[in-house]
């Protein structure tokens, strides 16, 4: 898994790359809270475009990252999210509370 | 009476987290030959992935394990899947199965049950405290026009 982030005023981007299962998850939540205890985002944009495979560990990893920003009184946006982890989220429900770009 | 498969795999590998990709995709490899599409090998590749990962990280919390997995067609086009496990098994599966439902703290979400329900036509869970469980899982084909 490869985790990209980019900073712009208070928003944080964080662009992952490669297969989000359980093996990758832990690296992958080791570089995310790193990236947000640096810049403390007002927003966090999880960009999902290269996120070629998805399971429920990434519902734990992107849950996480939902309760650490509005921890952090901020919040948490999804975008290009690719079908095949667009249904594992559906299935979890995700998509009532965390908003996508989708539509 | 039970019915035989037309074809089979049938791998065993360690309970190492490096071979949750491995599993998911030899049984898409396998599954290719009923010709699904997309979205169909995408469900299988992750109904694959939430019952070998249950095994695991649920299975064998603190050694290493042996899971066997066996992926087979029948007729009417339809793929079963079977992981297995020899670890501590589940004490009650009915509650398991339940959305949320986890022992697994923060690291997990409580919705691997629930996503191999959804993605799959039949899910059927066997377990025994002490010596293990028993994943099985089943998803038809659909054979589409135009298509040999
Ligand atoms: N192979 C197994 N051996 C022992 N216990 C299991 C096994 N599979 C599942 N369980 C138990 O059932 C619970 C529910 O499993 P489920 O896959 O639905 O959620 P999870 O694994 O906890 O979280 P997630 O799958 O969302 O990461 C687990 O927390 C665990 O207690
Ligand atoms: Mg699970």
Known sequence: ?103 | MKVRPNNYIAVEFMSRSANEGFARTAVAAFAAQLDPTLDELGDIRTAVSEAVTNAIVHAYPDSLGKISLRASVFDGNVLEIVVRDWGRGIENVEKAREPLYTTGGEDRSGMGFTIMESFMDSLCVRSRLGKGTVVTMKRRIAQRAGRK
Request: net charge positive.
């Open chain 1, 1 to 103: 898994m490869e985790v990209r982030t980019s900073a712009n005023d208070r928003a944080l981007t964080v662009t992952l790359r490669g297969e989000l299962d359980h093996h990758a998850a832990r690296e992958t939540v080791t570089a995310l809270e790193r990236a947000l205890d640096a810049a403390l985002p007002r927003k966090l944009i999880l960009d999902f475009g290269g996120v070629t495979f998805m399971d429920s560990s990434g519902i734990a990893v992107v849950m996480r990252a939902f309760r650490r920003m509005t921890a952090l009184g901020g919040s948490l946006e999804l975008c290009n999210v690719p079908p095949q982890a667009g249904r594992v989220f559906d299935a979890a429900g995700i998509f009532s509370r965390i908003p996508t770009g989708r539509t």
